[in-house]
């Protein structure tokens, strides 16, 4: 298993989305989006800190006779700074990934659509299988505002060691990202501000 930062890497992917646009598609992909996050850390030790995540569409890419979109994620104030970017594109079927600059890698249907609840698939990162499950559809608060519609996933690795629980709204994308690593310790991401893309 390879170390937990790449991991967290790998699985933020999913935890901050790069979703905006139209009512009811959770997955337009606009360039120039950015979603601002505030993150707060709760080490195994159990000392805190508060950090901010970010996430940005910056331009288009063709690959393999396929157009993708290149995100920009970062994650700061924790005990390291983590940093990537990867490659998304969408069809009928749902969001697919691909790891930027990675030789080999090979896509990946990374959240189908559409989805109902109880519904399971599986990535794979690195070498850790990962299942996600669709919960539900609800209604989550963040700071003052309440978005409804919300599509409630839950991610976990083959053995436990994380899981993470986020919420996708309407228009938006990420409101809200809860993981827990047995490793990192607790990390909770609320959307700050969202700002569309064009």
Known sequence: M?????????????????????????????????WTSTAAFVAPSGNKTTGTGQRKIAEKVELDGKTYYRTRTKLEGGASLVEYSKLIRKDAAGL???PDGVAGAKEQLEIPMPL?????WQTVAGTVTIT???????????GKKTYKECLHIRVASADQSYQ???WEAPVVGTVKSEIVSTTMGKITLTLREYKAGK
């Not at 935890?15 to 997955?27: C, G, H, R, V």
């Not at 109902?116 to 399971?120: K, L, N």
């Not at 996600?132 to 963040?142: A, C, I, L, Q, Y």
């Open 116 to 120: 109902t609840a109880g519904q399971t």
């Open 96 to 98: 697919y990934s691909l």
């Open 164 to 166: 993470e629980d986020y």
């Open 132 to 142: 996600s499950t669709m919960v539900g559809v609800e209604t989550v608060t963040v």
């Open 2 to 34: 390879r170390s937990s930062l790449l991991f967290l890497a790998a699985s933020l992917a999913v935890s901050i989305p790069t979703f905006a646009a139209e009512p009811k598609d959770y997955l337009p992909i606009q360039i120039g989006s950015e």
